[in-house]
Structure formats: C-alpha cells, structure tokens
C-alpha cells in the first residue's frame, strides 16, 4: 500500500448553518476531496467525531464517487468517548466501516 507524502485532514470541512445547526458543506467538501485526488493526494485522515460525527460519510462518498478510489488510503480514528462497555469497540469500528 502506498500513499502520497500529504494528506488531507478532515477534521475542518466547511460547514454551513441549517435551524441553528452545523451541518458539513457536502457539495464544497467532495469538491475539495476531488481536487485533492485530481493533484495526486492519495492519503486521507478521519476521525468518527469530526464534524459533527459527518466528517466520516462525506469521505465515504466522496470516495464512492471517484474512478480510482482503490488507490485511496483512509485512516480514521475510533473515539473513547462513546464507549463504555465490552463490545463497544467492535460497534464502533464496524460502524466506522
């Protein structure tokens, strides 16, 4: 597997005001991501609480979207803070999936 040198980091995806709520610019993200794959940047990072817990589905389809996606290298990162019993790793990581 290999990666290009940068990545892009989502943990600040523009965002936009909905009913006094954050929600993540989707069009602008994907744009951004595709541009970022277009100049050859194969490394993404994520997290399961950026961006309102949104950073992670924007990826995702920004990566569903895109004809190479396979060359793409997505690391994400699980969070302590929604777990507290056995098992809840697992649930985590498989919702992350």
């Not at 602008?28 to 950026?50: K, N, P, Q, S, V």
């Not at 992670?56 to 396979?70: N, T």
Request: aromatic share 10%.
């Amino acid at each position: 597997m290999q990666a290009s040198r940068l990545g892009f980091g989502t943990m600040r995806l523009p965002m936009h005001t909905i009913d006094d709520k954050e929600y993540v610019d989707t069009e602008r993200a994907e744009a951004m991501l595709h541009r970022a794959f277009e100049l050859g940047l194969t490394y993404i990072d994520t997290g399961f609480i950026y961006n309102n817990e949104e950073s992670e589905f924007v990826v995702g389809s920004a990566m569903q979207s895109w004809p190479c996606r396979d060359e793409l290298v997505v690391t994400a990162k699980c969070t302590k803070f929604r777990m507290s019993k056995p098992g809840d790793l697992r649930r985590m990581l498989d919702h992350q999936l």
